[in-house]
């Protein structure tokens, strides 16, 4: 069973960064698709970011699209989501997932690991 540790998340003001990290157990990292999501008070779990098995390829949420960047470090076996430009309405839980998938997938049905979360609170 993979284990997903997210750290980094805190609170930041608005039009401040803040680098989320995800450690993964397991030897079979690199072979699937990893992705954040995050779930605001209230509302529903959305997609924010994946990133393809390789690291060749990225989707983003159209809400954070030039804003936040993921990456993935397979020898490390960690994905990074790194946030700029923050907004109060990116106040939520952030989780990491590890997909079922091999591509960048945006679904959550896709995908079959998730971590515990970690709080980003940004204020205005």
């Known amino acids: 069973q993979v284990q997903l540790v997210e750290s980094g998340g805190g609170l930041v003001q608005a039009g401040g960064s803040l680098r989320l990290s995800c450690a993964a157990s397991?030897?079979?990292?690199?072979?699937?698709?990893m992705g954040w999501f995050r779930q605001a008070p209230g509302k529903e779990r959305e997609f924010v970011a994946s990133?393809?098995?390789?690291?060749?390829?990225?989707t983003y949420a159209g809400s954070v699209k030039g804003r936040f960047t993921i990456s993935r470090d397979n020898v490390k076996n960690t994905v990074i989501l790194q946030m700029n430009s923050l907004k109060p309405e990116d106040t939520a839980v952030y989780y990491c997932?590890?997909?079922?998938?091999?591509?960048?997938?945006?679904?959550?049905?896709?995908?079959?690991?998730w971590g515990q979360g970690t709080q980003v609170t940004v204020s205005s």
């Open positions: 997932a590890k997909s079922l998938r091999y591509t960048a997938v945006s679904f959550s049905t896709d995908f079959g690991s």
């Open positions: 397991g030897r079979t990292f690199s072979s699937y698709a």
């Open positions: 990133i393809s098995a390789s690291g060749g390829s990225t």
